[in-house]
């Protein structure tokens, strides 16, 4: 017989997140950010404004979808092409949450953010699925 545990609801998105956050701009190249991507190994990038404020995520899977995959067609789109907009999370928003909006946007990666709106971290599906196992 397997004995399942429930993932304890309380469990905040704060004590989840990455930090810090490797960020990327609208009008910067899809070009740079996959260069970004490459240097860092990071699968994500939050996109954001003059202001700091998170816009949106740009995905690894959404830079490999545009193709052809060449350097003068990634020279010429920008990351606002084709970044995802999923809104996002608080620190202090349930895990339940962070995986309901990522459910609704079809995305695995959210921007977390403090009470005033300031860019705080990231929280993925692998940061959820890790806490679903070790609960």
């Known amino acids: 017989m397997t004995e399942t545990h429930a993932a304890p609801r309380s469990a905040l998105v704060g004590?989840?997140?990455?930090?810090p956050v490797v960020t990327i701009t609208p009008t910067d190249s899809l070009w740079d950010a996959w260069h970004v991507m490459f240097v860092s190994g990071l699968r994500h990038l939050v996109v954001v404004g003059e202001d700091g404020v998170p816009l949106g995520v740009l995905s690894d899977r959404s830079v490999l979808t545009d193709l052809?995959?060449?350097?003068?067609r990634l020279s010429h789109r920008m990351v606002g092409d084709v970044m995802s907009h999923p809104g996002?999370?608080?620190?202090?928003d349930s895990a339940y949450d962070a995986a309901g909006l990522m459910t609704r946007h079809a995305v695995d990666a959210l921007p977390v953010t403090d009470d005033s709106g300031r860019l705080t971290g990231l929280i993925t599906a692998s940061d959820l699925a890790a806490w679903v196992a070790s609960s």
């Open 88 to 92: 996002t999370v608080c620190s202090r």
């Open 68 to 72: 052809p995959l060449t350097e003068e």
């Open 15 to 19: 004590g989840m997140r990455h930090t």
